[in-house]
């Protein structure tokens, strides 16, 4: 009985001495929608927990190397939108909500995107981007940021999110 | 609240560890916090512990893990070198301040 109860708290401190993992799941290539996917991975690695990202469908645009500086902040069909979207619709509003944005950002000092990308890679983050994405927008890696590790399956995935936290965004 | 002994010293920390009180921190201290999160200290931990305990003098804050890159010029992945198990949380941690307020 008591050597059941000693092998039970080693167990439990084995598991303690396991590092937190955290699996970021980026499906939408916005402005507004990159941004808490990386900021929560990079804070993540921070305080030592483990964190990867698999970029899938609209999330491409964040690891293409064409979109990554250029992504929008998208204001219609969005009800937290300051203006009504009459105005947001017309020609020019994106692009100045997207500037408005980006000023503030640089204030605070926030990383742009393909900034952001490096720090994750240099903090140990891995990315990863959706097989199936990249044929659906034929891309190959060489159109991706260098800082992608390689792209995975549905499958692969879960292989590798085995034990993390899965966030989905 | 707890009280832990470090260097020979009854120290108070909060429940993740920070210390309560950075006048009870000294570089015995530091040595030790480090060498609980499996640290040893060199002369690019000391710039890192300087920068966080002169920024918080000056700022009111501990520095966040970019604003020690930025003042330091120490870069990213040197941080997680450095300090493996968490740059974020363990500078400040290590130089005896409050865990960091910002998230980059």
Same mark, same amino acid.
């Given at each position: ?36 996917? +990386?900021?929560? %991975?990079? !804070? ?6 483990? @964190? $990867?990202?698999? /970029?899938?469908?609209?999330?491409? &645009? ?57 720090? +994750?890679?240099? %903090?140990? !983050? ?6 199936? @994405? $990249?044929?659906? /927008?034929?891309?190959?890696?060489? &159109? ?26 | ?104």
């Amino acid at each position: 009985m008591t050597a059941t109860l000693e092998q039970e708290m080693q167990d439990q401190a084995a598991e303690q001495e396991v590092a937190r993992r955290v699996a970021i799941i980026c499906s939408k290539g916005s402005l507004d929608m990159a941004y808490p996917g +990386l900021i929560m %991975a990079n !804070a993540a690695r921070m305080m030592g927990m483990e @964190a $990867m990202i698999f /970029f899938t469908f609209w999330g491409m &645009d964040i690891i293409n190397k064409k979109k990554s500086d250029k992504l929008h902040a998208g204001m219609l069909g969005n009800p937290s939108s300051p203006m009504p979207h009459s105005i947001m619709g017309l020609p020019g509003m994106e692009a100045l909500a997207t500037k408005m944005m980006v000023k503030k950002m640089d204030e605070l000092d926030i990383p742009h995107v393909p900034e952001m990308l490096e720090i +994750l890679e240099d %903090a140990g !983050a891995e990315l990863y981007a959706c097989q199936l @994405a $990249m044929e659906m /927008f034929d891309l190959e890696m060489e &159109d991706l940021v260098p800082q992608v590790k390689e792209s995975l399956t549905a499958m692969d995935f879960w292989e590798k999110a085995e034990g993390a936290q899965v966030v989905f965004i | 609240m707890s009280t832990v002994l470090l260097a020979g010293q009854n120290i108070e920390v909060d429940k993740e560890g920070f210390l309560l009180n950075p006048d009870q921190w000294t570089p015995e201290v530091a040595a030790d916090l480090a060498a609980q999160n499996g640290i040893e200290l060199t002369d690019k931990h000391w710039q890192v512990i300087d920068f966080c305990r002169r920024s918080a003098v000056d700022k009111g804050a501990s520095p966040t893990v970019r604003g020690i890159t930025k003042g330091t010029g120490i870069s990213t992945k040197e941080m997680y070198q450095l300090f493996p198990k968490g740059p974020g949380i363990l500078s400040a941690k290590i130089a005896g301040l409050s865990k960091p307020k910002g998230c980059i």
